[in-house]
């Protein structure tokens, strides 16, 4: 097995990664995985060899070691030895957590890009066209697919990186998810636009990268599985080609907000079909694998933000119009 950490502290991460991994944070696990890594080259470039001797001051000169990076970003990094520290205390390897005494930057909340269906078909569009270099020739068209998928069926970008070629049921339509966040499993429905999609791909994948069995992962490039970091750069890169990199007073869009876009948007369907939402929120949640209801009810308060600002905007382009017609009708009746 190729070795991840270098520094003495190396087992003591690892440990701490599997034991996320153990308790149903997938995700945080994979994206612990590159903090950890960042914070023991940090300890073996300083020929740190004791826990005695990271202190308040060494984390804090890692955690700000680049003043470029983001309020969050820095956050995330405390975060994690924050929590490695506590995990250090509980097996008995550490005595006392220093980074506990570091101040959190403030950040604020990060409110989720609802991606309109025009930026939705140009994204799909540009990642069609999108190249990298001739050594991943199915690049275009597994960001096209994987988007696609992602926004179509609410998934988390793990759950449809993690897909095998067996987990796509195309008699029935369904996506089955193993071991997803927490541990939950579901079946997942698909649309016939879905299967043609998926199909599609499927028969380029196995003709570009032919699987060694059904266990391989529905998604790959030649040297397998894709890893989330990569796909994310990717999915910045048509992000600049498509004017939506850095859309004025906020951040970058992000792949996971295409799962928060299918939400919203299955949300606001219901409420065009006459349907009550907060009956449709139950089936919403199990959809989306969420631990509780509580989860699903932020993109009801998304969703009904969207119909206040389109109600406001309608008003302000037809209000006058509206407003004379109406005493044009009260006059005539």
Not at 119 to 131: K, S
Not at 247 to 276: M, N, S
């Amino acid at each position: 097995m190729t070795r991840r950490f270098h520094s003495f502290s190396a087992p003591q991460l690892e440990a701490y990664l599997e034991l996320k991994q153990k308790l149903g944070y997938t995700s945080y696990a994979e994206q612990a995985f590159y903090i950890a890594r960042d914070f023991d080259h940090y300890l073996a470039f300083h020929d740190i060899m004791m826990f005695k001797q990271i202190d308040e001051g060494l984390i804090a000169a890692w955690v700000h070691a680049i003043p470029q990076r983001s309020a969050g970003t820095k956050n995330r990094k405390l975060l994690f030895v924050q929590g490695w520290f506590d995990y250090l205390i509980r097996s008995g390897t550490a005595q006392a957590n220093p980074a506990r005494r570091i101040p959190f930057l403030k950040v604020k909340p990060y409110k989720p890009y609802i991606y309109t269906l025009k930026e939705l078909q140009l994204i799909l569009v540009e990642a069609r066209r999108y190249t990298h270099d001739r050594r991943h020739s199915l690049l275009n068209q597994t960001m096209e697919t994987l988007l696609f998928l992602i926004y179509a069926c609410g998934l988390r970008l793990g759950e449809a990186r993690n897909l095998k070629i067996q987990d796509v049921d195309f008699e029935e339509n369904t996506l089955a998810l193993w071991r997803t966040k927490f541990h939950k499993e579901r079946l997942v429905p698909f649309s016939p636009a879905v299967a043609r999609k998926l199909k599609a791909y499927l028969a380029l994948r196995v003709q570009r990268y032919p699987p060694s069995s059904l266990e391989a992962p529905f998604f790959c490039h030649a040297k397998g599985k894709y890893c989330g970091g990569p796909l994310e750069v990717h999915f910045r890169k048509i992000l600049v080609r498509c004017g939506l990199a850095k859309p004025k007073g906020r951040g970058a869009p992000r792949i996971h907000d295409l799962r928060h876009t299918f939400a919203v948007h299955r949300l606001y369907k219901w409420y065009q079909e006459g349907h009550d939402l907060l009956n449709k929120l139950p089936l919403l949640s199990t959809y989306m694998g969420h631990v509780n209801i509580e989860a699903t009810q932020v993109y009801l308060t998304i969703t009904r933000a969207l119909l206040r600002e389109g109600s406001r905007r309608f008003h302000d382009v037809f209000g006058d119009v509206a407003q004379k017609a109406l005493k044009s009708a009260l006059k005539s009746a």
